[in-house]
């Protein structure tokens, strides 16, 4: 079989016998020397050393080509049980796909949201400031520019602070218009975050100062609606009915602030800034980003924002609705929320690994029983059962292999439909990709499959060398009890996991809303731009007046903000401290025109709703309501108005 070795195992084994005839010729020649005839020294020699043909082969068996020609031979009668069974082949391999596919593909989700960090320069160092007041339980409010100027001015442990405000318009192109979303950005901004553009530049501290209308672009919205072109630095775009000139383009992925994020433009360029920048202390606007210096660390920097917001409640009573300040790290913020929920799912297809294993090994297992004849032939022959245990391990590799190939299909194809129909508020969910991290995740996984398979089966094997038969009659059953039992406890605890699943999707779908959705359409219409407060009054209570005309609408009205209210001001009573039960009631500033309840069909329980009489000169009126049961509208309007009373 020498024609099968390498050519370096052809030369290792000549050498091996020149040193061994060296040896013989040293010896014959001191048998000579000490008087024996040649013939007899050269006979006696051989005597001295033994069998040469038992040295080579004993000198092969130790070397390190003896395993490399075992894993050879083992891999080709892997691939002859493949060819000789294919039903049983295809079986393992498919099953072994679907687990490391759905492994694959999950933790390909988790290296993109969680391990991969964000696209920013030193990204730890980026924080968060939220406006709170943990009395009234409110969190994560939004800042006034008159305190984020006082925050940048007052503190030594930022870098810079910079601030932004979301926004949406009209892009009016040569096809129909289409509403995107913009953020309303400073000077500072883009230097913050450490981020330069593939194209052109980001704007100026004079501009932003002069209110120039300048925008930079996102690259999705340039390859889109540009070609990707680089004659776009110059060109006009139509937001609204404003003109702005385009002069830069980000590099793919950057959307910061939102995911949709499409353009730029300096806080001043847009017709909201003539009331941001008058609005007082307790209206919040803006939400602020800083980047902590070198060295300062997060309790630290806590604590000086602390003496901050005491220092500005002190000087400006107004501020006594949101007092403190709390930073939270930007990887925090934006990937908090979904730790816990890809842990848990990436713990779940981790099971389903574990019980295409051992379903795998059941497998194995059950062939084994029928290898038995061929195991006790190999066995007779001269295979010990450390080769035998070697053999099946190369087998269940080799199905381990071509199961991570077709694993890796499984999972492109997953997350192909992962990224289409998956929920869009889960961050750079688009930038998940099977890459060089995740292609060796599915190395390790493989190995991982091919190892925890075939154990069982070599373990076996490797016990039954060493016992009689009655090991394979009573053991082997024992050993396959307990395989049945772990997959069963296994899959006991996914069907327990998709039952609380189910039962918890069927609640949420019987969840009472507050109100009436069905035969209920919604429009959006934005008339910021060019409009006064009461041209918009005007335009909308014309509007309803309109819609109520058509035929087959029972009713029509309008609001600010339909299911998207952000409640950050406390309610108090007056002349009353708010006990710990109160202190999560918000209001929410929503205009309202028209019959509004009505329309969308939410309960009155007591009181009455807002009618025409209650107008700009006419007293103050609220309605206090919630999405949840009416026992609580009940209550919360009893608490708030003592001795009222509602119809059951």
Known sequence: MLWRWPKKQQRAARDWEEELQAHLAIEADQLRESGLAPADAESKSRQTFGNLTRIQEGLFEHGRWNSWHDFGRDLRHALRLIRRSPGFSALVILTLAVGIGASTAIFSLIHAVLLRPLPYKNPERLAVLWSENRAQNLREAKASLLNVRDWQQRNHSFEDITFYAPQTFLLSTSGPPERLRSARVPANFFPLLGIDPVLGRVFSSQEVHQGERVVVLSYALWQRDFAGLSNVIGQDLHMDSRVSKIIGVMPAGFQFPFADTQVWEPMTAHPYWAGNSKQPRSNGAWYVLGRLKPGVTWKTAQAEMN????????????????????????????????????????????????????????????????????????????????????????????LATLGGIFGLLFAAFALKALIAYGPQDIPRLAETKI?????????????????????????????????????????????????????????????????????????????????????????????????????????????????????????????????????SQPITIEGRQADASERDWRAADDLITGPYFETVGVPLKAGRVFSAADGPHSPLVAVTHSANVSLILTRTARRLLPGSRSSE
């Not at 913020?333 to 795998?360: D, E, K, T």
């Not at 084994?368 to 245990?389: K, P």
């Not at 398979?453 to 076996?460: D, E, N, T």
């Not at 309803?544 to 299911?563: E, M």
């Open 307 to 398: 003496a901050v917001a005491s220092r500005l409640r002190e000087e400006h009573p107004e501020n006594r609705s949101a007092p403190e300040i709390r930073l939270v790290p930007l990887t925090l913020q934006i990937l908090g929320p979904f730790r816990l929920s890809l842990a848990v799912l990436f713990c779940a297809v981790f099971v389903i690994l574990l019980i295409a294993c051992i379903n795998v090994a059941s497998l194995l297992l059950a062939r084994g029983s029928v290898r038995e004849r061929e195991f006790s032939l190999r066995r007779t022959l001269g295979a010990g059962s450390l080769q035998l245990a070697a053999q099946l391990l190369t087998e269940t590799s080799v």
């Open 435 to 567: 890459d060089g991290p995740v292609l060796l995740y599915a190395v390790f996984i493989a190995f991982f499959a091919a190892i925890f398979s075939g154990l069982a089966p070599a373990f076996k094997t490797h016990a039954s060398a060493a016992a009689s038969r009655t090991w394979t009659t009573v053991s082997a059953r024992k050993l396959r009890h307990l395989l049945v039992i772990g997959e069963f406890a296994l899959a006991l605890v996914l069907l327990i996991g998709a039952g609380l699943l189910i039962r918890s999707f069927v609640l949420l779908q019987s969840v009472d809303p507050g109100f009436k959705p069905d035969h209920l359409l919604t429009m959006r219409i934005d008339l910021h731009v060019g409009k006064t407060a009461s041209q918009q009054a005007a335009y909308f209570q014309q509007a309803v007046n309109r819609l109520q005309t058509i035929p087959n609408v029972r009713s029509a009205a309008a609001i600010g903000r339909f299911l998207h209210s952000y409640p």
